[in-house]
Each structure stands twice: as structure tokens, then as C-alpha cells.
């Protein structure tokens, strides 16, 4: 059973920028996709980027994609997302997921196996 723990949410004011950590209790992450998803109070999960087993592909939104940078580390079994420009709009409890599959939907929550709890990012501004 694979754990992830985030880290690194906090405040900031907007046009500021974030780290978020996943860090996962696995032997090897490598084998799984990771996906970064959030949800803001009253509304749905929501899709925010996703990066292949590799670490050679990787997926974004729309709204996200000029912001954003995922990217892994495979040997510290952990994936990050590099959050940049931040806005209002972005405040958000952000988990990351983990999925098996070989070829997953990156965007669909259900893909994905294993969830982490969640850290807060609250941007003021």
C-alpha cells in the first residue's frame, strides 16, 4: 500500500510562487504515473498537471500550462510541481495521485489508485 505525503502549500501573495512536494512510500515510483490534482472549497476536484512513468511526458491545463512545471525524481521516489504567477483563483487543496496503469487519462481522477492528503495553498491578493 503506497503512501504519498505533500508538502510545501502555504500562503502567498498573488504573483508569487510555490514548490509542492510528493514524496512516496514506494519502492520504486517508477512504476507509476503521477498526477497533481485540486479542490477548491465548494467545488470539484479538478485536473492540474500529470507527468508520465519516465518523466518524458508531460500533461497540463489549459489555465496551467505557461504556470506550472511538474516534474519527477525517480531515485527519491518523489514529484513535484513548480508553481509560478500565482493567482486568487489558484487557492486550492492540491494532492497528488499515483496510478498503475500503463496508459492512464492523466486528466481523470478514477485513473488513479492511491491519493495523498492534500496541502493547502492559499493565495492572497
Known amino acids: 500500500q503506497m503512501q504519498l505525503v505533500e508538502s510545501g502549500g502555504g500562503l502567498v501573495q498573488a504573483g508569487g510562487s510555490l514548490r509542492l512536494s510528493c514524496a512516496a512510500s514506494v519502492r520504486s515510483l517508477s512504476n507509476y504515473a503521477m498526477g497533481w490534482f485540486r479542490q477548491a472549497p465548494g467545488k470539484e476536484r479538478e485536473f492540474v498537471s500529470a507527468?508520465?512513468?519516465?518523466?518524458?511526458?508531460?500533461f497540463y491545463a489549459d489555465s496551467m500550462k505557461l504556470r506550472f512545471t511538474v516534474s519527477r525524481d525517480n531515485t527519491k521516489n518523489t514529484v513535484y510541481l513548480q508553481m509560478s504567477n500565482l493567482k486568487p483563483e489558484d487557492t486550492a487543496v492540491y494532492s497528488c495521485?499515483?496510478?498503475?496503469?500503463?496508459?492512464?487519462?492523466?486528466?481523470?481522477?478514477?485513473?488513479?489508485?492511491?491519493w495523498g492528503q492534500g496541502t493547502q495553498v492559499t493565495v492572497s491578493s
Open positions: 507527468i508520465s512513468r519516465s518523466g518524458d511526458s508531460t
Open positions: 495521485a499515483a496510478s498503475a496503469l500503463m496508459a492512464p487519462d492523466y486528466k481523470t481522477p478514477i485513473e488513479y489508485r492511491y
